[in-house]
Structure formats: structure tokens, C-alpha cells
């Protein structure tokens, strides 16, 4: 059956011209078949790039979007609707206006996990790869607003010495993970390297060796001698791990973190996409410009390796 589907899909995309974009949390299968996997800036960089004509971005909502800001002349389709982000959800362009008014004089630095409204209302935008980064570039008498995820916030807090404002929000399923499930996880396996993702809470982060991009774990793994891996992050990453390295050992930190939105797209629902060229995930041009803005510097700016 997957045979089947898999011939359709390459046929189809050979038709349409088409590129199929994969996030770190794909399901396994969906990994397999894309042309890219990857981080969130990692597939925005390649978004930006690629000359198909179409993208068909095997993700959430706003890293559709991304793709849609960076490459307008481009048809980006997402193959399930309804795949969003509660923690891009979290704040609205209204609330990040209202914070704005109350810190006239604050650069706002926005994480890619948030909405096209809310970034056009963003002088910069990050992902977890590069959040320090962006935030070390900044004048240093700049007083900065960071939105939505408040656990990576207090990330670059810690890393930068800045002291941004935050915004309450956090990453339903990262914040499954709990500190009691990683000392427990840790016990059971006493010599594992813990890799955690920024989006985790400060207690689980604390217990963690090394805080990490989806992809960044995932180069961190390839060049490490280590044999056994404790992961906090999203459930997904854990099919490319073991793939990539197959006499190391991959162990989550919870089992119970998984993204219901990311689990929305099926090998089913991509050949459908490509079939009815759905779901059109567009920006209207007066956001698209100024989201494009801080979207453009957040690509400029590249993690230290
Ligand atoms: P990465 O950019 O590390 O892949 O993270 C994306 C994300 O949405 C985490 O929840």
C-alpha cells in the first residue's frame, strides 16, 4: 500500500514540479519521503532557496507560512488544515501591539513560532537555533520583547545576560516533559548524553547536557562517540537518530511527547495535496512585506557552529 503511495507521490511531485519540505517531527515515514528535512531554519533557508514550483511543507501552519513570506511566487500547500501551533496561537499581532505600547522604546524579537500578523509586527524573528545569536546582535542599551515561547526566552536570558521581556507562552507538548520523567530516565540510563530543546522547562533543562535545535541534536549525534542518548524534545527526531546512527541507542525523556498537530500529515494526505493542490497557504501582501523583513535578518543571522 505504502509502495503504492510512495510511486504516486514521486509522480505527482514530477508533474507539479514540486518540492516536499520535512520537519524534524515528522512521522517517520513522511521524513523518509521528503526532498528536505530539517529545523525550523534549516527548512526556512531552504524555502527561501528552492526553484520548484511548488512546496509542499510537511509541517504546522506558520513554517508553511514561512514558506509562503519567503517565496510569494511560490504555491506552498499544507496537507492538513487543521495542523497548527498552539504556541504560535498564543499571542496575537492585538497583544503584541498592546506590549509594544507599553515598551515604546523595546526591539521585539518574535520566535518563529508565531503567527505572519505577529511577525510583520516584529523587527526580528528567531528559531531556537539562532535566538542567542539574534539577541547578541542587538545594541546592547536595547531593551528587547520576546515572544510567544517563554522557556526559550529564559533560554537567551541565561545565555546573552539580557534581560528581555517575556510573554507567557510555551509548547504544549514540550512542556509534557517533565523533570520528575527525566530523572527517571536518567536513572534508568546513568551514562546517556540528555539533548533538550530550548522550548523545555528550566528544571528539565537544568538536568539536560547539551540545549538543542531538532537538527543540531541531530549533527551532535553524528559526531558524538557516545552510545546511548536521552531526548526531550518531540518524538518524531527519534526515526532520524536511530537511522542515522544505528549503534547508538535513542531513548525519550517522555513518551508522551508528541505533537498531535505534526502527526496530522500522512503519506494519504500528501498525494491528496498534490492531487487538488491543497490547502493554499498564502500572506496577504501588506503583512507578507513586513513579516518578510524580519524573517530576511533571522536567515541572515546564522548559529555559531
Ligand atoms: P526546531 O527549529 O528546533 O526544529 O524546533 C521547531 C519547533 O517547532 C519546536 O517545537
Not at 510511486?7 to 511531485?13: G, N
Not at 508553511?64 to 499571542?91: H, N, Q, R, W, Y
Not at 546582535?137 to 510567544?148: A, E, G, M, N, T
Amino acid at each position: 500500500m505504502s509502495e503504492q503511495l510512495l510511486e504516486k507521490i514521486k509522480r505527482l511531485k514530477d508533474e507539479r514540479r514540486a518540492v516536499i519540505l520535512a520537519h524534524n517531527y515528522q512521522p517517520g515515514e513522511i521524513q523518509d519521503l521528503a526532498d528536505f528535512t530539517g529545523d525550523s531554519l534549516g527548512l526556512s533557508i531552504k524555502a527561501a532557496e528552492t526553484d520548484a514550483e511548488v512546496i509542499v511543507f510537511c509541517g504546522v501552519q506558520f513554517m508553511a507560512e514561512t514558506a509562503a513570506i519567503l517565496s510569494p511566487e511560490k504555491t506552498v500547500l499544507l496537507p492538513d488544515k487543521f495542523a497548527g501551533c498552539p504556541l504560535a496561537d498564543m499571542i496575537t499581532a492585538e497583544q503584541l501591539d498592546k506590549l509594544k505600547r507599553e515598551h515604546p522604546d523595546a526591539l521585539v524579537v518574535c520566535y518563529v513560532n508565531s503567527s505572519a500578523e505577529v511577525k510583520a509586527e516584529s523587527d526580528y524573528c528567531c528559531t531556537s537555533a539562532n535566538a542567542v545569536e539574534v539577541v547578541n546582535s542587538l545594541p546592547k542599551d536595547k531593551r528587547i520583547i520576546f515572544v510567544p515561547d517563554q522557556h526559550l526566552g529564559r533560554f537567551v536570558v541565561e545565555k546573552t545576560g539580557r534581560n528581555l521581556v517575556l510573554w507567557p507562552g510555551y509548547c504544549v507538548t514540550h512542556v509534557v516533559i517533565t523533570e520528575e520523567d527525566t530523572k527517571n530516565t536518567k536513572a534508568r540510563y546513568p551514562d546517556a548524553i540528555v539533548m533538550a530543546h530550548a522550548e523545555c522547562t528550566e528544571p528539565v533543562k537544568e538536568l539536560s547536557d547539551e540545549i538543542l535545535s531538532t537538527s543540531q541534536m541531530l549533527h551532535y549525534a553524528k559526531k558524538s562517540t557516545a552510545k546511548q542518548f536521552i531526548i526531550a524534545t518531540e518524538t518524531g527526531i527519534i526515526h532520524t537518530l536511530k537511522k542515522q546512527n544505528p549503534d547508538a541507542e535513542f531513548i525519550a525523556a517522555s513518551d508522551r511527547a508528541i505533537c498531535p498537530n505534526m502527526k496530522r500529515i500522512s503519506l494519504e494526505k500528501v498525494v491528496w495535496s498534490l492531487e487538488d493542490m491543497q490547502y493554499k497557504v498564502t500572506v496577504p501582501d501588506k503583512v507578507r512585506t513586513k513579516a518578510k523583513k524580519a524573517l530576511d535578518r533571522m536567515v541572515e543571522i546564522l548559529p555559531a557552529e
